[in-house]
């Protein structure tokens, strides 16, 4: 059974702080990694995806992958109220993506 | 406009009742998917199709049937629908020739089963 792990959180930051997101995968044979963001009653909206190891950075969001460690990250500069969501991990395999549970960030003023 | 679109957005039924949601796009996507949400269960998979006849069971299909009318439109049915399938229900997009990983998804329909 291919698994994506997340912390569920909550995590707490405040205002202009960075956030640190975490997720670990268990298909060794992976090559697409997605980070999703989600409201509260709305759909997943895709925000970031990484292919290669290393960072990928767009604007305040910055996405990591370490393929030996199965290890995917999304970093969140200067975090803002607005970006309080469940961030979903997804990780392309076998012609779907497999889903994390999310982790829910809440970003305090 | 959305290019997602789904209908109903919210739907209260009752047990016993068959139901179907319907999912359309304007992205040109040849794949297509639909999944269930539940608080602390994450997204799963019901179905997806990957063109409009090639249509293949997801993680959790039993007690759901699907439809790919076109390329554009992709149907879920509850034949006879019961409680637990009261979830958060989305239908998502991909393109296999650009990114076929790229999932988009639409609005979402509230399904209660009473």
């Known amino acids: 059974q291919k698994e994506v792990e997340q912390n569920s959180g909550p995590l707490s930051v405040p205002e202009g702080a960075i956030a640190s997101l975490n997720c670990t995968y268990s298909?060794?044979?992976?090559?697409?990694f997605f980070w999703y963001r989600q409201y509260s009653g709305k759909s997943p909206e895709l925000i970031m995806s990484i292919y290669s190891n290393g960072d990928k950075e767009d604007g305040r969001f910055t996405a990591q992958l370490n393929k030996a460690s199965q290890y995917v990250s999304l970093l969140i500069r200067d975090s803002q109220p607005s970006d309080s969501a469940t961030y979903l991990c997804a990780v392309g395999s076998q012609g779907n993506l497999i889903f994390g549970k999310g982790t829910k960030l809440s970003v305090k003023p | 406009d959305a290019d997602v679109t789904q209908t109903p957005r919210n739907r209260i039924t009752k047990t016993g009742k068959r139901i179907m949601l319907e999912c359309s796009q304007t992205?040109?996507?040849?794949?297509m998917y639909w999944y269930r949400q539940d608080p602390g269960l994450g997204l799963r998979l019901i179905y997806y199709?990957?063109?409009?006849?090639?249509?293949n069971k997801g993680e959790i299909s039993d007690g759901y049937s699907v439809s790919r009318q076109a390329q554009a439109k992709f149907s879920l049915s509850l034949e006879s629908a019961i409680p637990n399938q009261t979830a958060l229900y989305f239908c998502a997009t991909s393109d296999s020739l650009k990114a076929a990983y790229e999932q988009y998804f639409g609005p979402g329909t509230r399904l209660t089963v009473t």
């Open positions: 992205k040109g996507h040849d794949r």
């Open positions: 199709s990957f063109d409009v006849k090639d249509i």
């Open positions: 298909d060794r044979g992976s090559q697409s």
